[in-house]
């Protein structure tokens, strides 16, 4: 079977990839198990290096580009992970790009997904973004978006044209709304969460990292090891599962950057931790404050999602992953 990743290139991208080629088998539209023929990754770029195999083919082109697209998303498309997008402080500040890429790449996605052989299943990663304005203390699954960002606002969007086109029956879609991504290898990005990854991942690099918030500021958070196993769960679980609601919130754990900074100076030393300066900036304070922190995500739990155990074990599994010594 085929299977296509947009956003291939990136972080995430390349540790779903190398997971589908690990695992060889997905679920296909027809219910049965497959073998990964072929694995399209469609990026603008693609920095990380990935070990040669005769499965994967790599395509650097625009999201947003229906010729890039019809290249790409062929009638044979059994699977398609949607991860690429514009990040959320890029697409704050670069509206016409955000909605280009965000909104209207993926509602070309999808048009493209219309004319496949069969119903491919779609996964769609979508964001925590979508809440904002005057939240509870908690969030819960009835919690109704209502997003404060561009970024926000484009994820939602497309999650709705997710829902429609499954009920149209032109795709099997499941979106995906992430918790913040910790730690992200490689370098800061201009994500409004990035710092998030910075100050753990720098510290533990040896080098400096500047904090743009405040150490009360909370995050919801998940490491890439469990987003990654949540994208081919979401995948492998049947239509039914999802019935007539095609979106789910991530489980996650709530940690403020204090408790970040506290868990690395455990499991390394104070020194370590010392490396982090605060440096506020106003334009990310003020995006990071319109996102929850807190969720009680009883529908991802019951269809089988998992959160990290806590935030020691998220550092600990990106050291290892990375090859640092701690």
């Not at 009680?296 to 959160?307: V, W």
Request: charged content about 25%; aromatic content about 6%; hydrophobic content about 40%.
């Amino acid at each position: 079977m085929k299977v296509v990743i947009t956003g291939g290139g990136g972080f995430l991208g390349s540790k779903l990839a190398n997971a589908l080629l690990a695992r060889g088998k997905m679920t296909g539209p027809d219910g049965g198990a497959h073998e990964i023929s072929k694995l399209v990754l469609l990026d603008t770029g693609f920095p990380i290096p990935r070990p040669a195999d005769p499965r994967v083919e790599k395509v650097s082109g625009d999201l947003s580009d229906p010729a890039t697209l019809e290249r790409v998303v062929t009638p044979d498309t059994a699977s398609l992970f949607h991860l690429a997008a514009v990040v959320s402080g890029q697409a704050e500040s670069d509206f016409e790009l955000g909605m280009r890429v965000n909104l209207e790449g993926t509602r070309l996605v999808l048009e493209r997904l219309r004319r496949c052989a069969k119903p491919p299943r779609v996964v769609f990663s979508s964001s925590v973004a979508a809440f904002g304005g005057e939240l509870p203390a908690e969030l819960d699954d009835s919690t109704t978006p209502n997003p404060q960002t561009s970024y926000g606002a484009q994820k939602v969007a497309s999650e709705y044209l997710v829902s429609d086109y499954s009920r149209k029956g032109f795709i099997d879609g499941r979106s995906l709304r992430l918790p913040t991504i910790v730690v992200r290898a490689g370098k800061p990005n201009a994500a409004a969460s990035s710092f998030a990854s910075s100050i753990l991942r720098e510290p533990l690099n040896g080098l400096p990292s500047d904090c743009p918030v405040g150490p009360e500021t909370g995050v919801w958070l998940l490491s890439p090891r469990r987003v990654t196993e949540a994208f081919m769960h979401a995948h492998e679980l049947p239509a039914t599962a999802w019935g007539l609601n095609r979106v789910v919130n991530l489980p996650g754990i709530t940690v403020s950057v204090a408790q970040m900074l506290e868990a690395l100076a455990r499991v390394t030393d104070r020194k370590v931790a010392e490396r982090v300066r605060w440096t506020p900036d106003p334009r990310i304070r003020e995006i990071v404050k319109t996102w929850p922190v807190r969720f009680r995500t009883l529908r991802a739990l019951a269809m089988g999602f998992k959160p990290d155990e806590d935030i020691e074990s998220v550092i600990r599994s990106y050291a290892a992953d990375e090859g640092i010594p701690l």
